[in-house]
């Protein structure tokens, strides 16, 4: 908390016509410091690829054409 406030005590004798560069200064920072958090938390959710390899096997069917019924209730009809 020192450190705040020292930098609290550093803006406060800022002239007010310089704030709004401070300002946006420590919000884009702050924006950019959120933005690697979001990052790594994405990074440590990805999986592996190939888990599964082996476990699942693809029926033929799956490659043969939709019938007219099931290509309708994908178009919503």
Do not use: C, W
């Not at 709004?20 to 592996?48: C, M, S, T, W």
């Amino acid at each position: 908390m020192i450190l705040q406030e020292q930098i609290i005590k550093e803006i406060k004798q800022i002239p007010n016509e310089k704030l709004e560069e401070i300002y946006d200064l420590i919000h884009y920072f702050r924006l950019g410091v959120a933005q690697e958090k979001q990052n790594q938390k994405d990074i440590v959710k990805q999986r592996p690829i190939g888990l599964s390899k082996g476990n699942f096997q693809v029926p033929a069917s799956f490659f043969e054409p939709l019938t007219d019924e099931m290509l309708d209730a994908f178009e919503g009809k």
